[in-house]
């Protein structure tokens, strides 16, 4: 099966400009999310989304963080503005229904690096 | 907050030698899973550990989770430069969320 794509691989703006990430979960996975991982930490969820609908999103910084999950399917995570301290991995991730359990496994992209100066 | 405490933070041995990590919590999870991490790449599951006491098994890793289910070890024999990377450990609730450690980063070398 096809895994999660992430785009871009690669991102450097500058401080106080915008990003957009986005996501194409495996087919048939219910539950997405993103996940922010600084160098040398690991990930921390930022938002859960269950089908189209947002399940846990009490760590994202929603002053400049957005995320919203189009039909249930692809998702974007948007930051704006940026601020020097965003500068991470952003991780996306899709389980078949509700992760962390042993039949629903977490399969992750191969993350957005976002570089902000 | 439930926070998952791993050790040691970085680990470098030479090819052949034996290893554990360890992944400890004072809260109880329902599952703990174990990902390996690679530069430039997403975790990678390894295993789900459920019950209490459990020991599983992959080629040469061996995974346990405590019997309260707080805490869980990886131990590696005999290990070879592909092992390299960065182990991470998730506790996961029923609510389906996972939380993270910080990971132990492993360099093998030849």
Redesign the interface.
């Known amino acids: 099966e096809a895994g999660?794509a992430q785009s871009p691989r690669y991102k450097i703006i500058e401080k106080r400009q915008s990003v957009a990430f986005w996501c194409n979960p495996i087919s048939g996975h219910a539950?997405l999310y993103w996940?922010q991982q600084i160098l040398?930490?690991?990930?921390?969820?930022l938002i859960?989304f269950q089908n189209n609908g947002v399940?846990?999103d009490s760590q994202l910084p929603k002053d400049r963080f957005s995320a919203e999950r189009l039909k249930g399917v692809d998702s974007t995570l948007k930051i704006q503005p940026a601020k020097l301290e965003d500068s991470a991995v952003y991780?996306c991730?899709s389980?078949l229904?509700?992760?962390?359990?042993?039949n629903?496994?977490?399969?992750?992209?191969?993350?957005t690096r976002l570089t902000v100066t | 907050t439930q926070l998952l405490e791993q050790s040691p933070q970085f680990l470098s041995i030479q090819e052949g030698e034996n290893l554990t990590v360890y992944c400890n919590s004072s809260s109880v999870f329902s599952s703990l899973q174990w990902y390996r991490q690679e530069p430039g790449e997403g975790p990678v599951l390894l295993v789900t550990v459920v019950t209490g006491g459990e020991v599983k098994k992959l080629k040469r890793l061996t995974f346990q989770f405590g019997d309260a289910r707080k805490d869980s070890s990886l131990h590696i024999t005999a290990a070879q430069p592909g092992d390299t990377g960065l182990y991470l450990c998730a506790g996961g609730t029923n609510a389906g969320k996972s939380t993270f450690g910080d990971g132990t980063t492993l360099t093998v070398k030849p």
């Open positions: 999660v539950t996940y040398g930490q690991g990930p921390k969820l859960q399940v846990d991780l991730a389980s229904t509700g992760g962390s359990s042993y629903s496994p977490l399969h992750f992209g191969n993350g």
